[in-house]
């Protein structure tokens, strides 16, 4: 059944989605990036800039929406998503949450932990901006962004994933979240599970960081969803090259798991703070990371293995549009 969803120009149906990359990033800081303003300074029009450029270059592949799961301490901007979306004609939804201990702020709700209840004043924080907006903008997040540490999910973490659970029980809103160097997959399903959350909201990212089959198997176990959501980043922070994943990905569809998966690439567009340079060994590794990686290069490897049109469709139509609606 159709539900509203969230987006940053206002509700739409969720059978307005249409054609869904469900994680990427428009602009993207690792918390720090505010204060080295003398030669980093945030520059809107600039994200405003790549937003649009991104937009014409997903419209071309025929998306239609693009979930943003840059969470709010890493740069979000939903006014700037707001002018992109409507300059760009594309939907934005975005997000509220919090990153990974390791890379995200976390001095400030340990400090109120130590003091009371943060975890309630983070529900408080999610439903808030589900349910009225962020920051006085009166633009809603459509999707709840939790994440977990490699091998753990951390005190400090743990009080997200409850908060989100319970803010997904009471507003509906899907969960999707960032794994680490392909590890807790399986501990964050069952735990989200166990907090009440619906596991068919519930996107477990970055599956694709890992490729043994007993680990997507026994993530699928709990009923939740996969995203194999990082093609084109290869060969650093953990990550398989894209021909690996491929081949899991095309296992599992062959499996029968068409309905529980999803796809994307969780490109960062833009990074904010100064210019970051890679190595040259890193850039080529990454030299397809972009927006329109998945449907230039995987969808026709996928073609070519005997993946139907009609599983394709599947993955990039129905299974976003269920994430909303289960």
Not at 136 to 162: H, Q
Not at 287 to 305: C, G, M, R, Y
Not at 312 to 323: T, V
């Amino acid at each position: 059944m159709a539900t509203r969803v969230n987006t940053v120009t206002g509700e739409i149906s969720s059978e307005e989605l249409g054609k869904t990359l469900p994680h990427e990033h428009i602009a993207f800081g690792y918390p720090g990036f505010q204060g080295d303003v003398t030669f980093g300074k945030y520059d809107r029009e600039q994200v405003v800039r790549v937003g649009l450029d991104v937009a014409g270059r997903a419209k071309s592949q025929g998306v239609e929406t693009i979930v943003d799961a840059t969470p709010n301490e890493c740069g979000r901007d939903v006014e700037a998503l707001r002018e992109i979306s409507e300059r760009g004609g594309i939907n934005i939804v975005c997000s509220t949450g919090y990153y990974y201990e390791a890379e995200s702020a976390p001095a400030y709700f340990k400090f109120r932990a130590a003091l009371g209840d943060a975890e309630t004043e983070i529900y408080e924080m999610m439903m808030a901006e589900i349910t009225e907006g962020i920051a006085g903008t009166g633009i809603k997040a459509g999707v709840i962004k939790l994440a977990s540490s490699k091998d753990v999910i951390t005190d400090y973490e743990a009080m997200f994933f409850r908060a989100g659970a319970r803010a997904q029980r009471e507003t509906g809103v899907p969960i999707i979240t960032h794994t680490q160097e392909g590890t807790m997959g399986p501990e964050q399903a069952e735990l989200l599970v166990a907090e009440g959350a619906n596991p068919r909201r519930c996107q477990i990212g970055h599956m694709d960081g890992n490729t043994e089959v007993a680990y997507q198997l026994t993530t699928l176990a709990h009923g939740v969803q996969i995203a194999f959501d990082r093609f084109g980043v290869q060969g650093i922070v953990g990550a398989p090259m894209d021909e690996a994943r491929t081949a899991m990905l095309i296992g599992l569809l062959g499996m029968g798991y068409t309905d529980r998966i999803l796809l994307s690439h969780d490109k960062v567009n833009l990074w904010l703070g100064r210019p970051l340079v890679f190595p040259q060994a890193v850039e080529q590794l990454l030299a397809n990371w972009h927006t329109t990686h998945l449907f230039d290069n995987i969808v026709p490897q996928l073609e070519k293995s005997g993946v139907t049109g009609e599983q394709i469709d599947r993955i990039f139509f129905e299974n976003p549009k269920n994430l909303f609606e289960a």
